[in-house]
DNA sequence: AGAAAAATCCTGTTTTTAGGGGATAGAGGC
DNA sequence: GCCTCTATCCCCTAAAAACAGGATTTTTCT
């Protein structure tokens, strides 16, 4: 029985090349294809697939916190995360949320068709290149921060002193100087420069 | 007679959608593709297509760079620039650099066909998206800083303070400093968070 | 060669941040 | 009821960055 394979891409061509690719493979059935978050989770009311390949970067939601909810509702459907990008933040919250695997987007048809056999066995699968960075550099560590410490890294990032923070949230500036030193240590940073350039990493801002 | 096409992209999946795409249209003849530019620029030695879909993030060099470094030798080729982003400071540099057009990923059949065609012709193209965000934002301008305000900035992000800075440069702190006072004009930021937001978003660092 | 741009250095002052200590009230989990 | 986490507030000191307004030498480009 053929794999049925749904994608949830907003990028046309990736869509159409994923589908070239898999195209001549017989144990591989084409669901079709969602351009964002909301026509995925229509589609999935009506018919499920076993495996969802799904972009990190979607218009109406990430697809960090779209591969939660899938997995919340549909516990079966394997989810492999797709991205351009080899960024080892993006792929271990994609795995933290339930994703089954990850392929970067210069994977070949083989590597694929390779991910895609693993998780319909549950297994986990990586690109080479993927789990060459993740045994390289051990882990990296990516800050969970608080609501209000998100917003005055937000008003920080926009420029803002801690006295301006702190009359635009209507709180002493020693409040949102805790609030800045908590930052400065759930990111490891010494100085504002190092904290923005992580924060801007992590994609907090 | 058919136009000639060559795509220089590493993300195969890419370069499978739009031969794909363009495999039906008979007045487009596809040349092939490159994963990198250095075989890029092997490949034109050798022949010269109408047009080249390069992608902004290439393994080897930037897509911003060969596509200079390809209008300087042969001037005649065009050049449709192909990302994921419409991000404004990319398109910029890429139609400063020489580019005839950019194309967003998400295009559709139609689109990718019209752009090409306009180039042909000798026209400018940018995809819809990304117009609207040109007429919208006016202009966003990137700064033009030097080889040192640059090598400054590097480490202003690594956390480096005026004076590690100094010492690592072999200059004294106020020459660091005075840079730094440079990257903030330039920037139009009034104090390092913003610069390194702005360096960020402009990919600087 | 001459102009323009870049890189270097200086003296100040004021504002902001970083680092070191705390303390207290409220919410939520167990 | 107890504990942890969050958010709030306070003190103090030192370091760093921002602001102002220069000057000189080297490079680079025309």
């Not at 492999?80 to 070949?108: D, P, R, W």
Request: charged residues 25%; glycine residues 6%.
């Amino acid at each position: 029985m053929a794999i049925k394979i749904f994608i949830t891409d907003d990028h046309y061509m990736i869509v159409e090349g994923i589908r070239s690719l898999l195209q001549q493979e017989k144990d591989v059935e084409w669901m079709g294809h969602a351009m964002n978050a909301a026509s995925c989770l229509g589609f999935l009311q009506q018919q499920q697939p076993d495996v969802i390949l799904m972009d990190i970067n979607l218009p109406d939601k990430s697809g960090i916190d779209l591969c939660q909810e899938v997995k919340g509702k549909y516990p079966d459907i394997h989810i492999l995360g797709l991205s351009s990008f080899n960024q080892q933040s993006f792929i271990q919250k994609m795995m933290e949320h339930g994703a089954s695997g990850y392929v970067l987007k210069n994977a070949t048809r083989e590597e694929l068709l390779e991910a895609i056999e693993a998780v319909m066995k549950g297994q986990k699968f990586l690109s080479p290149e993927v789990s060459a960075t993740n045994g390289r550099n051990e882990e990296i560590r990516i800050p969970v921060i608080t609501r209000r410490e998100k917003e005055v890294l937000a008003l920080i990032a926009e420029g803002l002193t801690n006295s301006e923070i702190a009359e635009k949230l209507f709180v002493s500036t020693t409040t949102v100087d805790s609030h800045r030193k908590s930052l400065l240590a759930k990111f490891e940073a010494k100085n504002t420069a190092t904290l923005i350039r992580m924060a801007a990493k992590f994609s907090f801002i």
